[in-house]
């Protein structure tokens, strides 16, 4: 997987590069070849972050399992709850104003959370561009 010089420079510039999947083997293995390239780019392993979306705890390929095909972990889940979401996506509003105390709702409250909490800890963070 080739990856433009553009997308390179903002891998490079970015603190943190979050890699977004559903847990199937072809998306696997595209998260795969994704973060190989971007590593091959001069980017450290560690700044990359694999989240599952639409995660089903019943699932054929487990976070373990995916952990396996793409030679590091899973930072995040993210549940899939398609009625919710798609009362969202068609009332114009987001998760936590649909169904606040969803696990999909509390899995983005965490998400964002986490995002926020990364930044304060690093000061060059995104907080630089509020100075």
Same mark, same amino acid.
């Given at each position: 997987?080739?990856?433009?010089?553009?997308?390179?420079?903002?891998?490079?510039? @970015? !603190?943190? *590069?979050?890699? =977004?999947?559903?847990?199937?083997?072809?998306?696997?293995? $595209?998260?795969?070849?994704?973060?190989? /390239?971007?590593?091959?780019?001069?980017?450290?392993?560690?700044?990359?972050?694999?989240?599952?979306?639409?995660?089903?705890?019943?699932?054929?390929?487990?976070? @373990? !399992?995916? *952990?396996?095909? =793409?030679?590091?972990?899973?930072?995040?889940?993210?549940? $899939?709850?398609?009625?919710?979401?798609? /009362?969202?996506?068609?009332?114009?509003?987001?998760?936590?104003?649909?169904?606040?105390?969803?696990?999909?709702?509390?899995?983005?409250?965490?998400?964002?959370? @986490?995002?926020?909490?990364?930044? =304060?800890?690093?000061?060059?963070?995104?907080?630089?561009?509020?100075?």
């Amino acid at each position: 997987m080739l990856i433009d010089e553009a997308s390179s420079n903002i891998f490079a510039e @970015s !603190e943190t *590069t979050y890699l =977004i999947s559903i847990l199937s083997l072809p998306c696997l293995i $595209n998260v795969r070849k994704l973060q190989e /390239s971007i590593i091959a780019s001069g980017v450290s392993k560690e700044k990359i972050q694999v989240i599952a979306n639409r995660f089903e705890k019943r699932a054929q390929i487990s976070p @373990s !399992e995916a *952990t396996k095909i =793409i030679g590091t972990d899973i930072s995040m889940t993210i549940p $899939n709850n398609y009625p919710v979401a798609m /009362s969202a996506i068609n009332n114009g509003k987001t998760i936590p104003d649909i169904s606040g105390g969803s696990d999909v709702a509390k899995a983005y409250k965490r998400l964002a959370a @986490s995002l926020i909490e990364t930044a =304060i800890e690093r000061p060059g963070g995104i907080f630089r561009w509020f100075r």
